[in-house]
Protein backbone atom coordinates (compact mmCIF):
# COMPACT_ATOMS: atom_id res chain seq x y z
CA UNK A 1 0.00 0.00 0.00
CA UNK A 2 2.75 2.48 0.81
CA UNK A 3 4.65 1.52 -2.63
CA UNK A 4 1.17 2.50 -4.28
CA UNK A 5 0.63 6.14 -2.14
CA UNK A 6 3.67 6.90 -3.50
CA UNK A 7 3.40 6.57 -6.91
CA UNK A 8 -0.18 8.18 -6.61
CA UNK A 9 1.54 11.45 -4.56
CA UNK A 10 3.81 12.45 -7.66
CA UNK A 11 0.58 13.19 -9.40
CA UNK A 12 -1.11 16.44 -9.65
CA UNK A 13 -3.82 16.88 -6.64
CA UNK A 14 -7.33 16.65 -8.20
CA UNK A 15 -9.13 18.06 -5.04
CA UNK A 16 -12.51 16.67 -5.81
CA UNK A 17 -14.74 13.59 -4.08
CA UNK A 18 -15.85 10.95 -6.28
CA UNK A 19 -19.46 10.74 -6.90
CA UNK A 20 -19.84 7.60 -4.91
CA UNK A 21 -18.49 9.88 -1.92
CA UNK A 22 -20.48 12.90 -2.59
CA UNK A 23 -23.99 10.15 -2.86
CA UNK A 24 -23.20 8.93 0.61
CA UNK A 25 -22.61 12.39 2.10
CA UNK A 26 -25.91 13.28 0.78
CA UNK A 27 -27.54 10.77 1.10
CA UNK A 28 -27.09 10.94 5.07
CA UNK A 29 -28.41 14.23 5.30
CA UNK A 30 -31.21 14.01 3.01
CA UNK A 31 -32.02 10.51 2.99
CA UNK A 32 -33.73 8.13 0.61
CA UNK A 33 -36.13 8.98 -2.16
CA UNK A 34 -39.15 10.68 -0.82
CA UNK A 35 -42.64 8.73 -1.20
CA UNK A 36 -46.14 10.68 -1.08
CA UNK A 37 -49.61 9.65 -0.84
CA UNK A 38 -52.68 11.01 -2.93
CA UNK A 39 -52.41 14.25 -4.59
CA UNK A 40 -49.12 16.37 -4.17
CA UNK A 41 -49.09 19.60 -2.88
CA UNK A 42 -46.83 22.66 -3.81
CA UNK A 43 -44.75 22.15 -0.64
CA UNK A 44 -44.24 18.49 -1.92
CA UNK A 45 -43.45 19.14 -4.82
CA UNK A 46 -40.62 21.73 -3.84
CA UNK A 47 -39.46 19.75 -1.49
CA UNK A 48 -39.02 16.60 -3.97
CA UNK A 49 -37.43 19.08 -6.82
CA UNK A 50 -34.56 20.06 -3.78
CA UNK A 51 -34.27 16.45 -3.20
CA UNK A 52 -33.66 15.39 -6.78
CA UNK A 53 -31.60 18.85 -6.89
CA UNK A 54 -29.18 17.24 -4.48
CA UNK A 55 -29.17 13.55 -5.41
CA UNK A 56 -29.21 13.53 -8.91
CA UNK A 57 -27.58 14.48 -11.97
CA UNK A 58 -27.83 15.50 -15.44
CA UNK A 59 -26.97 11.91 -16.48
CA UNK A 60 -30.27 10.91 -14.27
CA UNK A 61 -32.08 13.92 -15.47
CA UNK A 62 -32.42 12.61 -19.33
CA UNK A 63 -32.54 8.67 -18.09
CA UNK A 64 -36.05 9.95 -16.31
CA UNK A 65 -37.03 12.11 -19.42
CA UNK A 66 -36.58 9.00 -21.55
CA UNK A 67 -38.42 7.19 -19.33
CA UNK A 68 -41.23 9.07 -19.39
CA UNK A 69 -41.46 8.69 -23.33
CA UNK A 70 -41.03 5.49 -23.38
CA UNK A 71 -44.46 5.26 -20.90
CA UNK A 72 -46.14 7.07 -22.88
CA UNK A 73 -45.02 5.77 -25.82
CA UNK A 74 -43.58 8.75 -27.53
CA UNK A 75 -41.50 7.49 -29.51
CA UNK A 76 -40.57 9.86 -32.05
CA UNK A 77 -40.04 12.53 -29.49
CA UNK A 78 -37.82 9.97 -27.83
CA UNK A 79 -35.56 9.47 -30.55
CA UNK A 80 -35.53 13.56 -31.56
CA UNK A 81 -34.97 13.92 -27.68
CA UNK A 82 -31.75 11.43 -27.62
CA UNK A 83 -30.32 14.39 -29.85
CA UNK A 84 -30.61 17.38 -27.95
CA UNK A 85 -27.57 18.30 -26.00
CA UNK A 86 -27.05 17.96 -22.30
CA UNK A 87 -27.02 21.79 -21.73
CA UNK A 88 -30.64 22.20 -22.71
CA UNK A 89 -31.84 18.81 -20.72
CA UNK A 90 -34.24 20.84 -18.13
CA UNK A 91 -33.44 19.64 -14.89
CA UNK A 92 -37.18 20.47 -13.47
CA UNK A 93 -38.43 18.56 -16.18
CA UNK A 94 -36.46 15.97 -15.85
CA UNK A 95 -38.07 15.97 -11.57
CA UNK A 96 -41.51 16.06 -12.55
CA UNK A 97 -41.45 13.55 -15.04
CA UNK A 98 -39.70 11.04 -12.58
CA UNK A 99 -42.65 11.98 -10.22
CA UNK A 100 -45.33 10.91 -13.11
CA UNK A 101 -42.92 7.77 -13.74
CA UNK A 102 -43.62 7.02 -9.97
CA UNK A 103 -47.63 6.95 -10.36
CA UNK A 104 -47.57 10.02 -8.31
CA UNK A 105 -50.31 13.41 -9.09
CA UNK A 106 -48.69 15.99 -9.56
CA UNK A 107 -50.40 19.40 -9.86
CA UNK A 108 -51.61 20.62 -13.13
CA UNK A 109 -48.91 23.66 -13.91
CA UNK A 110 -46.62 21.35 -13.57
CA UNK A 111 -47.46 18.67 -16.32
CA UNK A 112 -48.30 21.98 -18.14
CA UNK A 113 -44.89 23.58 -17.38
CA UNK A 114 -43.46 19.81 -18.49
CA UNK A 115 -45.19 19.49 -21.94
CA UNK A 116 -44.80 23.34 -23.18
CA UNK A 117 -40.56 23.63 -21.83
CA UNK A 118 -40.36 19.84 -23.18
CA UNK A 119 -41.71 21.25 -26.98
CA UNK A 120 -39.18 23.99 -26.66
CA UNK A 121 -36.10 21.23 -25.64
CA UNK A 122 -36.94 19.25 -28.70
CA UNK A 123 -36.52 22.45 -30.70
CA UNK A 124 -32.63 22.25 -29.73
CA UNK A 125 -31.99 18.84 -31.27
CA UNK A 126 -29.09 18.21 -33.65
CA UNK A 127 -30.23 17.46 -37.14
CA UNK A 128 -27.11 14.98 -37.63
CA UNK A 129 -25.36 15.74 -41.07
CA UNK A 130 -25.33 12.90 -43.68
CA UNK A 131 -21.51 11.63 -43.96
CA UNK A 132 -19.96 8.28 -45.63
CA UNK A 133 -18.38 7.07 -41.77
CA UNK A 134 -21.59 6.47 -39.57
CA UNK A 135 -19.68 3.64 -38.33
CA UNK A 136 -18.49 3.87 -34.57
CA UNK A 137 -14.73 3.57 -34.05
CA UNK A 138 -13.54 0.39 -32.01
CA UNK A 139 -11.86 3.07 -29.78
CA UNK A 140 -15.22 4.64 -29.63
CA UNK A 141 -17.30 1.30 -28.67
CA UNK A 142 -14.11 0.50 -26.44
CA UNK A 143 -14.63 3.70 -24.11
CA UNK A 144 -18.55 3.19 -23.99
CA UNK A 145 -18.10 -0.31 -22.86
CA UNK A 146 -15.49 0.85 -20.43
CA UNK A 147 -18.15 3.67 -19.00
CA UNK A 148 -21.23 1.41 -18.83
CA UNK A 149 -18.12 -1.42 -16.40
CA UNK A 150 -17.09 1.34 -14.34
CA UNK A 151 -20.76 2.74 -13.84
CA UNK A 152 -21.93 -0.60 -12.67
CA UNK A 153 -19.24 -0.87 -10.14
CA UNK A 154 -20.17 2.63 -8.93
CA UNK A 155 -23.68 1.15 -8.46
CA UNK A 156 -22.61 -1.56 -6.86
CA UNK A 157 -20.51 0.86 -4.26
CA UNK A 158 -23.03 3.36 -4.05
CA UNK A 159 -25.51 0.69 -2.90
CA UNK A 160 -23.31 -0.38 -0.11
CA UNK A 161 -22.97 -4.03 -1.66
CA UNK A 162 -20.08 -6.23 -0.08
CA UNK A 163 -18.18 -8.02 -3.36
CA UNK A 164 -15.61 -8.78 -5.18
CA UNK A 165 -14.37 -6.78 -7.76
CA UNK A 166 -12.01 -9.85 -8.81
CA UNK A 167 -15.09 -12.14 -8.80
CA UNK A 168 -17.77 -9.51 -10.44
CA UNK A 169 -15.27 -9.29 -13.43
CA UNK A 170 -14.62 -13.19 -13.82
CA UNK A 171 -18.65 -13.40 -13.50
CA UNK A 172 -19.06 -10.82 -16.40
CA UNK A 173 -16.25 -12.03 -18.53
CA UNK A 174 -15.05 -8.84 -18.98
CA UNK A 175 -11.97 -8.37 -21.14
CA UNK A 176 -8.53 -7.78 -19.77
CA UNK A 177 -8.23 -4.65 -21.78
CA UNK A 178 -10.84 -2.38 -19.69
CA UNK A 179 -8.89 -3.55 -16.62
CA UNK A 180 -5.93 -0.52 -16.84
CA UNK A 181 -8.96 2.12 -16.68
CA UNK A 182 -10.59 0.49 -13.89
CA UNK A 183 -7.50 0.75 -12.12
CA UNK A 184 -6.70 4.27 -13.19
CA UNK A 185 -10.05 5.51 -12.68
CA UNK A 186 -9.77 4.68 -8.90
CA UNK A 187 -6.50 5.39 -8.14
CA UNK A 188 -6.79 9.26 -7.47
CA UNK A 189 -10.09 8.63 -5.47
CA UNK A 190 -7.28 6.31 -3.64
CA UNK A 191 -4.81 9.24 -3.42
CA UNK A 192 -7.88 11.51 -2.09
CA UNK A 193 -8.25 8.95 1.02
CA UNK A 194 -4.73 8.77 1.92
CA UNK A 195 -4.34 12.42 1.98
CA UNK A 196 -7.69 12.90 3.89
CA UNK A 197 -6.16 10.46 6.50
CA UNK A 198 -2.84 12.32 6.48
CA UNK A 199 -4.55 15.54 7.29
CA UNK A 200 -2.14 17.86 5.37
CA UNK A 201 -5.03 19.19 2.65
CA UNK A 202 -7.59 21.31 4.62
CA UNK A 203 -9.84 21.05 1.51
CA UNK A 204 -9.90 17.60 1.65
CA UNK A 205 -9.93 17.13 5.59
CA UNK A 206 -13.19 19.49 5.27
CA UNK A 207 -14.32 17.43 2.47
CA UNK A 208 -14.10 14.12 4.76
CA UNK A 209 -14.54 15.24 7.93
CA UNK A 210 -17.77 13.36 8.01
CA UNK A 211 -15.92 10.00 8.67
CA UNK A 212 -13.80 8.55 11.46
CA UNK A 213 -10.07 7.57 11.10
CA UNK A 214 -11.44 3.91 11.20
CA UNK A 215 -13.64 4.67 8.61
CA UNK A 216 -11.11 6.25 6.04
CA UNK A 217 -8.85 3.32 6.70
CA UNK A 218 -11.41 1.07 6.08
CA UNK A 219 -12.18 2.94 2.71
CA UNK A 220 -8.59 3.15 1.60
CA UNK A 221 -8.11 -0.52 2.46
CA UNK A 222 -11.73 -1.05 -0.22
CA UNK A 223 -10.40 1.18 -2.90
CA UNK A 224 -6.40 -0.84 -2.49
CA UNK A 225 -8.16 -3.90 -3.11
CA UNK A 226 -10.26 -3.00 -5.51
CA UNK A 227 -7.09 -1.46 -7.64
CA UNK A 228 -5.20 -4.84 -7.35
CA UNK A 229 -8.30 -7.06 -8.29
CA UNK A 230 -8.30 -5.20 -11.32
CA UNK A 231 -4.76 -5.20 -11.76
CA UNK A 232 -4.62 -8.89 -10.50
CA UNK A 233 -7.51 -10.19 -13.06
CA UNK A 234 -6.03 -8.51 -15.84
CA UNK A 235 -2.73 -10.35 -15.60
CA UNK A 236 -4.13 -13.46 -15.17
CA UNK A 237 -6.78 -13.56 -17.90
CA UNK A 238 -4.17 -12.25 -20.62
CA UNK A 239 -2.19 -15.49 -19.71
CA UNK A 240 -5.00 -17.99 -19.56
CA UNK A 241 -6.60 -16.28 -22.74
CA UNK A 242 -5.90 -19.30 -26.01
CA UNK A 243 -4.70 -18.08 -28.62
CA UNK A 244 -6.10 -16.57 -31.94
CA UNK A 245 -6.39 -18.77 -34.42
CA UNK A 246 -4.70 -18.29 -37.77
CA UNK A 247 -7.29 -17.45 -40.58
CA UNK A 248 -8.06 -19.85 -42.99
CA UNK A 249 -7.00 -18.80 -47.04
CA UNK A 250 -9.29 -19.44 -49.83
CA UNK A 251 -7.08 -21.55 -52.45
CA UNK A 252 -8.56 -18.67 -54.62
CA UNK A 253 -6.76 -16.36 -52.59
CA UNK A 254 -3.54 -18.19 -52.55
CA UNK A 255 -2.97 -18.67 -56.65
CA UNK A 256 -4.77 -15.00 -56.79
CA UNK A 257 -1.15 -14.09 -58.02
CA UNK A 258 0.62 -17.27 -59.07
CA UNK A 259 2.25 -17.32 -62.53
CA UNK A 260 2.98 -20.62 -64.33
CA UNK A 261 2.91 -21.37 -68.40
CA UNK A 262 -0.44 -23.33 -68.54
CA UNK A 263 0.58 -25.38 -71.96
CA UNK A 264 3.51 -25.65 -74.09
CA UNK A 265 3.33 -26.60 -77.85
CA UNK A 266 7.23 -27.25 -78.76
CA UNK A 267 7.14 -30.20 -76.07
CA UNK A 268 3.54 -30.61 -76.40
CA UNK A 269 2.89 -30.44 -72.48
CA UNK A 270 0.26 -28.78 -70.26
CA UNK A 271 0.31 -27.97 -66.84
CA UNK A 272 -1.88 -29.42 -63.83
CA UNK A 273 -4.93 -27.61 -61.94
CA UNK A 274 -2.46 -25.51 -59.84
CA UNK A 275 -5.48 -25.96 -57.05
CA UNK A 276 -4.22 -29.81 -56.99
CA UNK A 277 -0.47 -28.89 -55.69
CA UNK A 278 -1.85 -27.18 -52.46
CA UNK A 279 -1.01 -29.77 -49.86
CA UNK A 280 0.43 -32.46 -52.14
CA UNK A 281 3.83 -34.13 -51.18
CA UNK A 282 5.95 -33.78 -54.37
CA UNK A 283 5.68 -31.72 -57.10
CA UNK A 284 7.60 -31.75 -60.55
CA UNK A 285 7.84 -29.16 -62.61
CA UNK A 286 9.45 -28.12 -66.32
CA UNK A 287 11.18 -24.62 -67.23
CA UNK A 288 10.54 -24.60 -71.02
CA UNK A 289 13.14 -21.87 -71.81
CA UNK A 290 16.09 -23.04 -69.68
CA UNK A 291 15.10 -27.01 -69.96
CA UNK A 292 15.17 -27.71 -66.11
CA UNK A 293 13.75 -30.06 -64.56
CA UNK A 294 12.80 -29.39 -60.94
CA UNK A 295 11.09 -31.70 -57.57
CA UNK A 296 9.66 -30.25 -54.60
CA UNK A 297 9.38 -32.35 -51.85
CA UNK A 298 7.50 -31.80 -48.87
CA UNK A 299 9.25 -30.80 -45.30
CA UNK A 300 5.76 -31.87 -43.67
CA UNK A 301 2.57 -34.10 -43.28
CA UNK A 302 1.27 -30.27 -44.20
CA UNK A 303 2.31 -30.63 -47.93
CA UNK A 304 3.19 -27.54 -50.19
CA UNK A 305 2.34 -24.20 -49.76
CA UNK A 306 2.03 -21.01 -52.58
CA UNK A 307 2.87 -17.82 -51.46
CA UNK A 308 2.61 -15.27 -54.03
CA UNK A 309 4.83 -16.71 -57.26
CA UNK A 310 6.54 -19.56 -54.73
CA UNK A 311 6.34 -22.90 -53.70
CA UNK A 312 7.22 -22.41 -49.69
CA UNK A 313 7.26 -25.30 -47.27
CA UNK A 314 9.24 -27.82 -48.96
CA UNK A 315 12.49 -29.25 -47.86
CA UNK A 316 15.84 -27.80 -49.15
CA UNK A 317 17.95 -31.02 -48.59
CA UNK A 318 15.38 -33.58 -50.87
CA UNK A 319 14.24 -30.19 -53.43
CA UNK A 320 16.83 -30.19 -56.14
CA UNK A 321 16.51 -28.97 -59.81
CA UNK A 322 18.78 -30.32 -62.70
CA UNK A 323 19.45 -29.26 -66.22
CA UNK A 324 18.10 -32.47 -68.82
CA UNK A 325 20.69 -31.64 -71.62
CA UNK A 326 20.10 -33.28 -75.14
CA UNK A 327 16.89 -35.09 -73.87
CA UNK A 328 14.26 -32.61 -72.12
CA UNK A 329 11.47 -34.88 -74.10
CA UNK A 330 12.47 -38.05 -72.52
CA UNK A 331 12.82 -36.77 -69.39
CA UNK A 332 9.82 -34.88 -69.62
CA UNK A 333 7.76 -38.40 -70.79
CA UNK A 334 9.35 -40.35 -67.94
CA UNK A 335 8.09 -37.74 -65.17
CA UNK A 336 4.38 -38.23 -67.17
CA UNK A 337 4.39 -42.10 -66.68
CA UNK A 338 6.57 -42.77 -63.98
CA UNK A 339 5.62 -44.39 -60.77
CA UNK A 340 7.25 -43.20 -57.16
CA UNK A 341 9.83 -45.75 -57.09
CA UNK A 342 11.43 -44.81 -60.40
CA UNK A 343 10.65 -40.75 -59.56
CA UNK A 344 12.60 -41.36 -56.60
CA UNK A 345 15.69 -42.40 -59.06
CA UNK A 346 15.46 -39.88 -62.17
CA UNK A 347 17.26 -37.21 -60.77
CA UNK A 348 20.31 -39.42 -60.21
CA UNK A 349 20.34 -40.15 -63.78
CA UNK A 350 21.15 -36.12 -64.65
CA UNK A 351 24.21 -34.99 -64.05
CA UNK A 352 24.44 -31.49 -64.67
CA UNK A 353 22.81 -29.42 -61.94
CA UNK A 354 21.47 -26.08 -61.90
CA UNK A 355 20.39 -23.28 -59.46
CA UNK A 356 17.08 -23.98 -57.66
CA UNK A 357 14.72 -21.92 -57.90
CA UNK A 358 11.60 -21.91 -55.66
CA UNK A 359 9.25 -19.31 -57.44
CA UNK A 360 7.58 -20.19 -60.80
CA UNK A 361 7.28 -18.02 -63.66
CA UNK A 362 5.56 -18.18 -67.09
CA UNK A 363 7.91 -20.47 -68.15
CA UNK A 364 7.05 -23.08 -65.88
CA UNK A 365 5.12 -26.06 -66.78
CA UNK A 366 3.26 -27.68 -63.88
CA UNK A 367 4.59 -31.32 -64.59
CA UNK A 368 2.87 -33.88 -62.29
CA UNK A 369 2.13 -34.12 -58.57
CA UNK A 370 2.33 -36.76 -55.64
Not at 205 to 219: F, I, N, P, S, V
Request: charged residues 30%; hydrophobic residues 35%.
Amino acid sequence: MARRAALIAKKPKTNRISRSETYLVNRKYMGDELEFLGAMTEGEMARACNWYNCMCDKKDARDYTETWLKNQNRLIELKKFRAVPDEWVNLTCAWIARLINKGYEVPAHSKKFLEETFAYILTKAKVAEPTNTNKTSIQDRMRDRQSEIIGDIEELIDNGEVFSLYDWLKGKEIPAAYCPAIATYYAPILGELIEALDGVDPQLKEAYGHMTKKQLRDRIEFYNKLIEDAERYGNVTKKTRAPRKPRTISVEKKLKNFKYQKEDNTFKIASINPEKLIGCQELWTFNTKNKVLTVFRAIDRGGLQVKGTSIINYDEANSISKRTGRKPEEYVKKVQEAGKVTLRKLMDELKSDATFAHRINENTILLKIT
